[in-house]
């Protein structure tokens, strides 16, 4: 079963870092898009980050603009989201996501991983 599987979620306070790791299991995604999306309560999920197979395109929301970097290792599967200045609103599930395409990723991933929660602190 292919699977994404995310890592390193946990609880910051107000300012502070955390940096989310995603790998493959079961298949590798070679030539694929990844991106990061979230989930906070009550709310829908929201794109958060995506970065193209060769790492040249990134794309972020607005809301994570100059606070959230994304980036890919291990010949491009495993990817990262380093996150700083983290606020409260940041809290929410995090989601990896993959796709064949960059354009796509940020709108109807093809794969999906589990999630990690992220808690942020006042």
């Known amino acids: 079963q292919v699977q994404l599987v995310e890592s390193g979620g946990g609880l910051v306070q107000a300012g502070g870092s955390l940096r989310l790791a995603c790998a493959p299991s079961?298949?590798?995604?070679?030539?694929?898009?990844m991106g990061w999306f979230r989930q906070a309560p009550g709310k829908e999920r929201e794109f958060v980050a995506a970065?193209?197979?060769?790492?040249?395109?990134?794309n972020y929301a607005d809301s994570v603009k100059g606070r959230f970097v994304i980036s890919r290792a291990n010949a491009g599967n495993t990817v990262y989201l380093q996150m700083s200045n983290l606020k409260p609103e940041d809290t929410a599930v995090y989601y990896c996501?993959?796709?064949?395409?960059?354009?796509?990723?940020?709108?109807?991933?093809?794969?999906w991983g589990q999630g990690t929660q992220v808690t942020v602190s006042s």
């Open positions: 970065i193209s197979w060769s790492g040249i395109t990134r």
């Open positions: 996501a993959a796709d064949p395409s960059i354009a796509r990723i940020t709108i109807t991933p093809t794969y």
């Open positions: 079961g298949r590798t995604f070679s030539g694929y898009a």
